[in-house]
């Protein structure tokens, strides 16, 4: 009988213990024979833990079971699995046989033209090897820094409850937050159900928060999202703790919660949760800050659910970042309270999100170890602006870039910052038409807001007396008239204490406009990257452009594959995203600009129904090659563990590891 405690939550003056209970009811079962026991030195092994033993049978008395209603092995052998007590059975009668005939095989028989398959629970011992090794490997994605492992199995069929405990009051620390993230692991782990006897005690999952100042603290956890993770390997089963997890903030514990649930297993025919190859010491931390995927809702609507589903897969792989491409030419569908008719332009009244959609998200993020990052991509890429207020626009006809001769655009700009960051608005926009104060909660609380600036087309300008007349008047040329404008947006960003984000054309094409704290986004060639931080700027690396060779599988074949992070390309293999390298060319002082990178998913072929299978597994390369120590290389068997862990386990829509590719189906 399956069945799951309900969460205790104890509150003391500087802990809080979250409790789940597992148990399993395998104390009732045999003990299976080990691999070393006389009876298998004449038998041969199958696929699993089954083994044949020719010209054998059971005793009668341990024979006379119920018949398989199959006449294949294989058949009868999943057949064995689901009837409590069976052990095997004998050939060709194909009935099947007690437990004691298994149990000791004291009561097996010579037995000319039969023979006997049974089942041997415990696997052969591994043995203890390091992260240079290959252990389909460490079965933690993105690998690890640094990670050991032994040839033990715990098994956690006695229950696991988590302590989060500190000696002082950590201000910091959000105690709750990290609650919040073990229930999610344990929803995401324990999906089988849990079965035993109450009187069974938990094992201990230690939580440990580590102040600053705190001597015991490793370099890892000086890292924000820096953990430790062990797991002991103990013959008392009440011993604590089995499993420690430390860290100095909430994401180092949500990604180590990711790491545990990585590592644990359920076994189908002892009906209980596992940990293989302990004991386990795992040291972890990220090698770039900012890990993200870039999603688009201005070429195609995506729900909230969907993108809710996104973020939850972003913190199996560790992933920190969704850029969220707000709005582009074909709609914008976001609520401004400031200027109400700006979402006239979304695609239909139902695509649509609400100021509460967007709130939800960011907590959701949040909660996940995710950051939610905006653009507001302008002056181009703005025409969705003009259906709800056409003076923002050069003209009826002709509406990008958004008008830099007309005041009330930057009036416009100014207020949908403002709003969004919570800083208030102009009175004359915001208060006369709403009758509320000006001062809210930011829709994206987030300290960068990205501003775009890529793309931007001057046609529409040049044919617009109002604008032409306006640029002569202030002896400015169409290309002095975007600098103008960007160093507008980077005064409104610097206003709203946010710092501003922009795609690489505003540095090749108006640098002045760029203030000393801009962030750029590179979306062409790597080329691109050295030239920004050896300006002395950051940047964050999407490019869309490279081409090289990639040392192959099976006899030095040489890959031809495009190395770069423009998931929308539907030729991007696995391999050549893992091979994209952000620092490549750079020196140690020019990588540490680098704040890291995004894969980017552009909606002109994207919406809900396949957004996930363009994603993933793919995304899961970049999410290594951002986290993961640079040495670290593309592993197809380690990809294909983590694909069938996604699809099967957490239950994740993943497309084809790489259908590019020459392998088997992955």
């Known amino acids: 009988m399956f069945q799951r405690a309900s969460p205790i939550i104890t509150k003391k ?54 018949q398989c209603k199959f006449t294949t092995a294989n058949d009868c052998k999943l057949e064995c699995l689901r009837i409590p007590g069976c052990w095997g059975f004998r050939t060709p009668a194909m009935e099947f046989l007690a437990a004691d005939c298994a149990k000791s095989g004291v009561y097996l028989e010579n037995a000319s033209a039969q023979s ?95 102040l600053p100042a705190d ?31 430390r860290a100095n903030s909430v994401a180092g514990f949500i990604h180590g919660f990711e790491s545990l649930g990585q590592l644990i297993s359920f076994d189908f025919l002892t009906g209980g949760y596992v940990i293989k190859h302990a004991p386990w010491k795992i040291t972890d931390y990220p090698r770039f800050q900012h890990r993200g995927i870039l999603i688009d809702t201005g070429r195609h ?21 969704l850029h969220w491409h707000l709005y582009d030419y074909e709609s914008f569908p976001l609520e401004i309270r400031s200027y109400p008719f700006l979402w006239n332009s979304s695609f239909s009244p139902a695509e649509r999100y609400t100021r509460s959609d967007v709130r939800h998200l960011v907590a959701y993020g949040k909660a996940h170890g995710v950051r939610v990052v905006v653009e507001l991509d302008m002056p181009g890429h703005a025409s969705s602006w003009c259906r709800g207020y056409p003076d923002v626009c050069p003209s009826h006809a002709c509406d990008q870039p958004l008008n830099v001769a007309n005041p009330r655009t930057f009036t416009m700009v100014r207020d949908v910052v403002a709003e969004i960051a919570g ?78 984000i922009f795609w690489e054309e505003v540095f090749h094409n108006h640098r002045a406009a760029l203030g000393n704290d801009s962030v750029v986004q590179v979306w062409r060639t790597r080329d691109t990257v050295r030239e920004v931080v050896q300006a002395g700027l950051r940047a964050i690396v999407s490019n869309s452009l490279s081409s090289m ?56 072929r994207i ?19 951002l986290w993961s120590p640079r040495e670290v290389t593309f592993d197809p068997a380690r990809l294909c563990a983590l ?24």
């Open 607 to 625: 919406d809900a129904s396949n957004i996930m299978t363009v994603l993933w597994p793919r995304m899961a390369a970049v999410a290594e090659r």
């Open 643 to 666: 694909r069938k862990y996604m699809a099967s386990v957490r239950g994740f829509a993943t497309a084809e590891a790489d259908p590019h590719g020459p392998g088997p189906f992955c």
């Open 301 to 321: 609507f995506l729900p909230v659910a969907t993108i809710r589903h996104v973020i939850t897969s972003m913190s199996v792989v560790k992933l920190n970042v």
């Open 423 to 500: 800083r208030g608005t102009s009175d004359a926009v915001y208060s006369d038409a709403t009758g509320e104060s000006d001062k809210e909660p930011p829709l994206f609380d987030d300290d960068f807001i990205h501003f775009g600036g890529d793309e931007i087309e001057l046609d529409c300008w040049k044919v617009a007396p109002t604008i032409m007349a306006w640029l002569k008047h202030h002896d400015m040329t169409p290309i002095d008239g975007v600098t103008l404008f960007i160093s507008r947006v980077v005064r409104i960003a610097e206003m709203n204490e946010r710092t501003p």
């Open 116 to 210: 006997v398959v049974l089942l041997q629970l415990q696997p052969p011992p591994i043995a203890e090897k390091t992260a240079a090794s290959t252990l389909s490997s460490t079965a933690i994605w993105p690998q690890p820094v640094q990670s050991t492992y032994g040839s033990h199995t715990v098994t956690l069929t006695h229950g696991l409850h988590v302590q989060i405990s500190d000696s002082v009051q950590l201000a910091h620390l959000n105690k709750q937050a990290v609650a919040d993230a073990f229930r999610r692991f344990c929803h995401s782990t324990f999906t089988h159900g849990v079965v035993g006897h109450k009187r069974d005690s938990p094992r201990l999952l230690h939580v440990v928060t580590l």
């Open 549 to 604: 060779s990639l040392p192959g599988r099976g006899g030095g074949r040489q890959f031809e594959g495009a190395s770069h992070w423009y998931l929308d390309d539907p030729t991007t293999t696995t391999e050549g995203v893992h091979a994209n390298e952000p620092c490549e060319g750079l020196t140690g002082g020019e990588c540490a600009l680098v704040l890291g990178g995004e894969a980017c998913a552009w909606g002109e």
């Open 215 to 245: 001597p015991q603290r490793s370099a890892t956890e000086e890292r924000p999202d820096g953990y430790t993770l062990l797991v002991a390997s103990r013959e008392d089963p009440e011993a604590a703790p089995t499993i420690e997890l």
């Open 13 to 66: 003056k500087w802990e809080i213990v979250f409790a789940i209970f597992i148990f399993s009811g395998t104390a009732c079962m045999a003990q299976p024979l080990s691999e070393n026991h006389p009876v298998f030195s004449e038998a041969t092994r199958l696929q699993g833990y089954w083994w044949h033993l020719p010209n054998k049978s059971c005793s009668r008395s341990h024979t006379g079971g119920p």
